[in-house]
T-cell receptor, first 113, second 117 residues
Framework: AQTVTQSQPEMSVQEAETVTLSCTYD???????LFWYKQPPSRQMILVIR??????QNATENRFSVNFQKAAKSFSLKISDSQLGDAAMYFC??????????FGDGTTLTVKP | GAVVSQHPSWVICKSGTSVKIECRSL??????MFWYRQFPKQSLMLMAT?????????EQGVEKDKFLINHASLTLSTLTVTSAHPEDSSFYIC?????????????FGPGTRLTVT
């Protein structure tokens, strides 16, 4: 069985500052995808960034980047220049070719003005 | 990107009644649909997986007779909560996938908030 651990239930960051959300996972699969999703108060799941496990280069999307350490099974999300709209619950997710997604417990991010 | 719609977005029903939630893939063929429930400030819990034209596969602990899932077409899957009780109050989210996409693309519906009084 695969697992995803988000060890930070809550995080806060000052507007314009940088914050890193941690995620570790475990899987017996060699090929998989990793995602970070944002769930704002509207509760719509919004894709923030994704990473193919076979790619060594860390994915980046504007202010969002990941630090993917495959050997350590770590997949942290860095948010630069935090904005008030970044406040949300963030989920780390792993997907294998079996099609099932495993979600972490989530990290609630507060952005302070 | 692909879009998944859910209807209704919010429903209130009385205890003992049934409620149906629809999940539609608007611009792709969802060969597989996943149904989740989510309690406040918690993660998504997978309830069942359905493939078009087949019976749904339920996760352990999910009552298949209570949560009826139908996936009769490539664009529509429904979740019916039968004889709803207050403990069924939750947020229900569907997610569609296209066969062969190797789970790289994930398409979530906006969710349905169910309140049972």
């Amino acid at each position: 069985a695969q697992t995803v651990t988000q060890s930070q239930p809550e995080m806060s960051v000052q507007e314009a500052e940088t914050v890193t959300l941690s995620c570790t996972y475990d899987t017996s699969e060699s090929d998989y995808y990793l995602f970070w999703y944002k769930q704002p108060p509207s509760r719509q799941m919004i894709l923030v960034i994704r990473q193919e496990a076979y790619k060594q280069q860390n994915a980046t999307e504007n202010r969002f980047s990941v630090n993917f350490q495959k050997a350590a099974k770590s997949f942290s999300l860095k948010i630069s220049d935090s904005q008030l709209g970044d406040a949300a619950m963030y989920f780390c997710v792993i997907n294998t070719n079996a099609g099932k997604s495993t979600f972490g417990d989530g990290t609630t991010l507060t952005v302070k003005p | 990107g692909a879009v998944v719609s859910q209807h209704p977005s919010w429903v209130i029903c009385k205890s003992g009644t049934s409620v149906k939630i629809e999940c539609r893939s608007l611009d792709f063929q969802a060969t597989t649909m996943f149904w989740y429930r989510q309690f406040p400030k918690q993660s998504l819990m997978l309830m069942a997986t359905s493939n078009e034209g087949s019976k749904a596969t339920y996760e352990q602990g999910v009552e298949k007779d209570k949560f009826l899932i139908n996936h009769a077409s490539l664009t529509l899957s429904t979740l019916t909560v039968t004889s709803a009780h207050p403990e069924d109050s939750s947020f229900y989210i569907c997610r569609g996938e296209t066969s062969g996409a190797y789970s790289y693309e994930q398409y979530f519906g906006p969710g349905t908030r169910l309140t049972v009084t």
